[in-house]
């Protein structure tokens, strides 16, 4: 549902790396989203489409890089692979589990020009 | 939505701001979105401009060399026409979390309420758990006390803010228009229209929404989830994303409790399986049950935060007495 916001997220962030990486035209966009962060990537992929359209990123192509989930068990002390938030330890049923990885909603590189 | 500036899809309102802001900050944003007539964000609050370059722009791309902040950008037009040197095509790492903006502004807010021992709640929920209910009577209860101050955000109306008003305390509305959650700009904006706070209890009531308002930091202390048990005992890992970025649950209505089948225990192991840590508060705002729970919780809060400060404060006196 936000995931225009995020859309326009991304164009500000390019914006503003235009200057300081003083590049005029984004061709390509590498993002690393998690299966945690709330983001729907074919969402994500419509709203990017759509915000690009007479920015310095039109017609530039999305990847969306996918992170698994990772989370560290106090209940096994080990770190275990989940999928969503409410998943239990795979290894010892445990709901007593710190999210490590997969939230992530980053821009992890760019081709310009 | 404008993530910058707040501006929605051109609809936010500020109450006492109108639509100033909005065209104070994002113009290089929204000119080049204008012309971009395949979807609606942005159109309204560039009345002024659009409708000139809603149409021009169709046919005349050779505006494109404008935009892009300044810079040389001769690539936007529909011949790709690229300066020849000007434009090599290279690899940007950045590594940049995308709603970094948000951040920046959430950081601002909360360094605000730290300075002045302000305890900022961000109230969020599904539509109609009752939440401005238990805020009309949380603050009938502690507005002796301490200042209070109510963000309310809502797409539309002020209906919220204006029972929070009829209680004596300052309130101000945010209408994000098609938004979906508050961000952290828009309620920047907000408390410069709020008045001096100093050791009081900020609430902020987001959007009835218990999806996008989990991604949006707003500076808050909390986020305090309000979950009304005449809605699903599943709701938590339904909507996990929200339930794990709260610190609280308040288990509200629980006068209905005798007509309904709503299972407290499961809805509290599943809210603790999305969150260990969650904290679980139960009460009714209709019959006062609980609710000294809930006023203890936040005088705690807010005890600690004051307490934080004057150790802070403290510690600048030794250093200073120590110079």
Same mark, same amino acid.
């Given at each position: 549902?936000? &995931?225009?916001?995020?859309?326009?997220?991304?164009?500000?962030?390019?914006?503003?790396?235009?200057?300081?990486?003083?590049?005029?035209?984004?061709?390509?966009?590498?993002?690393?989203?998690?299966?945690?962060?709330?983001?729907? !990537?074919?969402?994500?992929?419509?709203?990017?489409?759509? *915000?690009?359209?007479?920015?310095?990123?039109?017609?530039?192509?999305?990847?969306?890089?996918?992170?698994?989930?990772?989370?560290?068990?106090?209940?096994?002390?080990?770190?275990?692979?989940?999928?969503?938030?409410?998943?239990?330890?795979?290894?010892?049923?445990?709901?007593?589990?710190?999210?490590?990885?997969?939230?992530?909603?980053?821009?992890? &590189?760019?081709? =310009?020009? | 939505?404008?993530?910058?500036?707040?501006?929605?899809?051109?609809?936010?309102?500020?109450?006492?701001? @109108?639509?100033?802001?909005?065209?104070?900050?994002?113009?290089?944003?929204?000119?080049?979105?204008?012309?971009?007539?395949?979807?609606?964000?942005? /159109?309204?609050?560039?009345?002024?401009?659009?409708?000139?370059?809603?149409?021009?722009?169709?046919?005349?791309?050779?505006? !494109?060399?404008?935009?892009?902040?300044?810079? /040389?950008?001769?690539?936007?037009?529909?011949?790709?026409?690229?300066?020849?040197?000007? !434009?090599?095509?290279?690899? *940007?790492?950045?590594?940049?979390?995308?709603?970094?903006?948000?951040?920046?502004?959430?950081?601002?807010?909360?360094?605000?309420?730290?300075?002045?021992?302000?305890?900022?709640?961000?109230?969020?929920?599904?539509?109609?758990?009752?939440?401005?209910?238990?805020?009309?009577?949380?603050?009938?209860?502690?507005?002796?006390?301490?200042?209070?101050?109510?963000?309310?955000?809502?797409?539309?109306?002020?209906?919220?803010?204006?029972?929070?008003?009829?209680?004596?305390?300052?309130?101000?509305?945010?209408?994000?228009?098609?938004?979906?959650?508050?961000?952290?700009?828009? =309620?920047?904006?907000?408390?410069?229209?709020?008045?001096?706070?100093?050791?009081?209890?900020?609430?902020?009531?987001?959007?009835?929404?218990?999806?996008?308002?989990?991604?949006?930091?707003?500076?808050?202390?909390?986020?305090?989830?309000?979950?009304?048990?005449?809605?699903?005992?599943?709701?938590?890992?339904?909507?996990?994303?929200?339930?794990? @970025?709260?610190?609280?649950?308040?288990?509200?209505?629980?006068?209905?409790?005798?007509?309904?089948?709503?299972?407290?225990?499961?809805?509290?192991?599943? @809210?603790?399986?999305?969150?260990?840590?969650?904290?679980?508060?139960?009460?009714?705002?209709?019959?006062?049950?609980?609710?000294?729970?809930?006023?203890?919780?936040? &005088?705690?809060?807010? !005890?600690?935060?004051?307490?934080?400060?004057?150790?802070?404060?403290?510690?600048?006196?030794?250093?200073?007495?120590?110079?």
């Amino acid at each position: 549902m936000h &995931e225009m916001s995020v859309a326009e997220g991304i164009i500000q962030v390019l914006e503003d790396q235009a200057v300081s990486q003083n590049f005029s035209r984004v061709k390509k966009v590498w993002l690393e989203i998690g299966p945690l962060a709330s983001i729907d !990537s074919d969402a994500l992929r419509f709203c990017f489409d759509a *915000v690009i359209r007479g920015t310095l990123a039109d017609n530039a192509s999305l990847e969306i890089i996918g992170l698994p989930g990772l989370a560290w068990c106090l209940g096994c002390g080990q770190s275990v692979a989940i999928q969503q938030r409410y998943d239990a330890c795979p290894e010892c049923g445990s709901y007593h589990l710190q999210v490590t990885q997969g939230d992530e909603m980053r821009i992890k &590189e760019l081709e =310009v020009e | 939505m404008c993530t910058v500036c707040g501006c929605s899809e051109g609809e936010t309102r500020i109450e006492g701001h @109108a639509h100033q802001h909005s065209h104070g900050h994002s113009h290089g944003h929204e000119h080049e979105h204008s012309h971009d007539h395949g979807h609606e964000h942005h /159109h309204e609050h560039s009345h002024e401009h659009s409708q000139h370059h809603n149409h021009a722009h169709e046919q005349d791309e050779a505006h !494109s060399h404008q935009h892009g902040d300044g810079l /040389h950008d001769y690539g936007q037009g529909a011949a790709r026409a690229h300066a020849p040197g000007l !434009s090599q095509s290279r690899m *940007v790492q950045i590594e940049q979390d995308i709603l970094g903006k948000n951040d920046q502004y959430a950081h601002a807010n909360r360094a605000r309420f730290e300075q002045q021992s302000i305890l900022a709640l961000n109230l969020v929920s599904s539509p109609g758990s009752g939440k401005t209910t238990l805020l009309t009577e949380t603050i009938r209860r502690l507005q002796q006390r301490w200042p209070l101050a109510v963000i309310e955000g809502d797409q539309q109306t002020s209906n919220d803010a204006d029972r929070i008003r009829a209680t004596g305390v300052a309130a101000i509305q945010v209408n994000t228009g098609k938004g979906c959650h508050l961000d952290a700009h828009m =309620v920047g904006h907000a408390l410069a229209s709020l008045p001096e706070l100093e050791g009081g209890v900020l609430f902020i009531e987001n959007v009835g929404n218990l999806v996008c308002p989990a991604a949006f930091d707003l500076g808050e202390a909390h986020k305090v989830a309000i979950l009304s048990v005449t809605e699903g005992e599943d709701k938590p890992i339904k909507y996990p994303d929200m339930f794990h @970025a709260a610190d609280v649950m308040i288990l509200n209505k629980t006068d209905l409790l005798p007509h309904l089948d709503f299972d407290v225990d499961a809805c509290i192991e599943y @809210a603790r399986r999305v969150n260990p840590d969650i904290q679980v508060l139960q009460c009714s705002a209709r019959s006062g049950e609980g609710m000294d729970d809930w006023l203890k919780w936040i &005088e705690t809060q807010r !005890s600690q935060r004051i307490e934080q400060r004057i150790r802070n404060l403290q510690n600048r006196i030794d250093q200073l007495q120590a110079l």
